[in-house]
């Protein structure tokens, strides 16, 4: 018997070869062909590149989606001066344009502080015409946005004595701030200048370049967690403040703003739950949002 059913050919997914570029600023991951968008992270506090690809283990998932990474070795920090600003800025444009990746649809964001970071650069570079890298989207994961509301947070956690971590942090935390920022009790507009958000004013200058801009706000109030392990209550939580400088940017009028609160997402990569954490991300959500612009 002749079949005249006709079969369908196997559609095979074409392979898309990455080559990689590494140096003392930076890891590159890209396609070698044409890739889609640039999605350019940067890590918590002290993280670098390689931490970033352990935490978050984006890798797979951008190569399949053709969009490449750009891990940054830019940690160990909570605000950024203005030269801060600028040397930062100029470093991105460079290499995005070294490796012909600066005409590109780009994304900028970060974990903990290095969700500060993005949110800082993006706006300074949104703001500066020397600067041809204007991000389409920016996002932070659970960072601790309000330093006047952190240092307050550090002062509690020393008083209650609940956890070794949380006071040694703390302490550090409030050495750092008397020095560099002074004592909030003096005047907190040192607080206002560097921070992303000043809830305690409402503060959101820092920010004002990014109203067109596609912001996600990443988070997860666990609050059992908090009080369980650090005897914290919601409103000493990055999440408490994050979703206030989500309604203050949606009544100031921002055109693209998503509060996203996620539960039980949070474990670190060796196992362990916490709520602050890569982990929080749906990284297929998020590289549909860079990719379907939705």
Known sequence: MISCKSEKKKEFEKEVKIETFITDDF??????????????LFGGFGEKAVDIKREFQVLDIAKKNQISLVLMNYSNKLWLEENDKKNLATLL???LEKHNLSHKDIYIGGFSSGGIVSLLISNY?????????????????DSPIDLLALYKASEINIKKNFSDVAVQESTWILQLFNKELG???DGISNY???AVFTSESNYTKNLS?????????????DLNWWKVNRKTDFEQTNAYYIQKLSKSLHKLGFKDVAYIATKNKGYRANGDKHPHSWSIIDK???????????
């Open 284 to 294: 297929e959500n998020l590289f549909n949002w860079i990719l379907n612009n939705n």
């Open 209 to 221: 370049n990014l109203k067109n801009t596609k912001i996600r706000l990443y988070t997860e109030p």
């Open 125 to 141: 570079i949104t703001g500066m015409k020397e600067f041809y890298i204007d991000p389409k989207g920016v996002f932070i994961a």
């Open 183 to 185: 004592n909030p009790k």
């Open 27 to 40: 890891e590159i991951i890209k396609p070698i062909e044409d890739s889609k968008a640039v999605l350019i």
């Open 93 to 95: 444009q460079n290499t």
């Open 192 to 194: 206002e200048k560097h």
